[in-house]
């Protein structure tokens, strides 16, 4: 890599961009009005409820600096499924929402550049008890998980979106984020892009932490096929598309692996 090309990456990292934008002409302070908190579903679309956050709160096996302590990248997983409760831990732990503040605007689990929350979950269900396999939508106004598709091999075409790296579908689910620029676009312009992916950080190490403390583990997966994901999940892929992903299986100690 050229000294230029280094230098424009590094770029990226950097808060310069923000001395060179009229915050003026965002579209924020333009009063359009922001985007919605969520994507749009069909109203007759197969919706599922989750189990509510008031009742998940003895759901841990071990205290937080446990789970902190024990935080790994695990790539091995047992055969055993999740069961639908832990499934509704995980996603309210890395996206649900704790208040509505208005409209476009909520405060949730994991901490977001402008109270903007860019990310949309997906997931990739495997072995989830009384959940068909398939692919779904978090919904987290709802607290309601939106089925999508039942693609055949579903395993295998997560596998080969993920270049290959097989264990991303054998797990139990797999958390795959995407991003609907706008949303963040709408306040910050051409400085969100550096937030979004300091957002989707926030998301992930929430999930790890969360999963320590229900004895299962994931692994934090930022290397993919762009177009393969895209189209696994049915996104246009500049309006959205994916940014992260991470599988998710109950594990052993000794299954851990950094």
């Not at 949730?108 to 008890?129: D, K, M, Q």
């Not at 709408?186 to 937030?195: F, G, L, M, Q």
């Not at 096929?225 to 991470?246: C, P, S, V, W």
Request: a neutral charge; proline letters at 5%; hydrophobic letters at 40%.
């Amino acid at each position: 890599m050229d000294q230029s090309t280094r230098d424009r990456f590094r770029y990226f990292l950097k808060d310069s961009v923000r001395q060179a934008i009229d915050f003026s002409h965002t579209d924020q302070n333009k009063g359009l009005a922001p985007p919605p908190l969520e994507k749009p579903y069909p109203v007759h679309a197969e919706r599922i409820d989750l189990v509510p956050a008031a009742e998940l709160h003895n759901i841990s096996v071990v205290n937080v600096f446990t789970a902190i302590a024990n935080r790994r990248s695990r790539r091995v997983f047992l055969p055993d499924a999740l069961t639908f409760r832990e499934l509704s831990f995980l996603l309210w732990a890395t996206q649900g929402i704790r208040k509505i503040a208005g409209p476009g605007t909520a405060f949730r689990t994991v901490p977001s550049a402008g109270c903007r929350h860019a990310i949309e979950t997906y997931l990739c269900v495997f072995n989830i008890e009384n959940l068909k396999q398939g692919i779904y939508r978090y919904l987290p106004v709802e607290h309601q998980l939106l089925f999508l598709s039942q693609p055949e091999e579903l395993s295998k075409h997560v596998a080969q979106a993920a270049l290959g790296q097989d264990f991303v579908g054998r797990g139990a689910a797999t958390f795959i984020w995407t991003v609907v620029p706008y949303r963040m676009e709408w306040r910050y312009d051409s400085a969100a892009h550096k937030v979004i992916a300091i957002d989707a950080g926030h998301i992930c190490q929430n999930l790890y932490t969360a999963c320590e403390a229900i004895q299962a583990g994931t692994c934090a997966i930022a290397a993919y096929d762009q177009k393969l994901m895209d189209r696994l999940l049915e996104l246009d892929g500049n309006e959205e598309f994916t940014i992260y992903l991470a599988p998710v299986g109950k594990v052993r100690e000794a299954a851990a692996s950094r």
